[in-house]
């Protein structure tokens, strides 16, 4: 028996669009801390600086890099 198909997939700038709410919402159904919740929130739409310019994040997570809390 066993398998007789492989699927090998990248799905391109899957992170970048994941709406923020849809994050919260299911962090929020594991974390009932609404300080935890604000964080990741403010994690999510902390925004970019792309060449000087700065680029706020509507949607999508970042991945990897540092954050600092406002």
Do not use: C, Y
């Amino acid at each position: 028996m066993g398998f007789r198909w492989v699927l090998d997939a990248d799905i391109e700038s899957f992170f970048d669009n994941i709406p923020h709410e849809l994050i919260i919402d299911l962090v929020a159904e594991r974390v009932a801390d609404g300080n935890i919740l604000a964080i990741i929130r403010e994690f999510l739409t902390a925004g970019v600086m792309e060449d000087d310019f700065f680029l706020p994040t509507l949607q999508g997570t970042p991945q990897g890099g540092g954050f600092l809390p406002s």
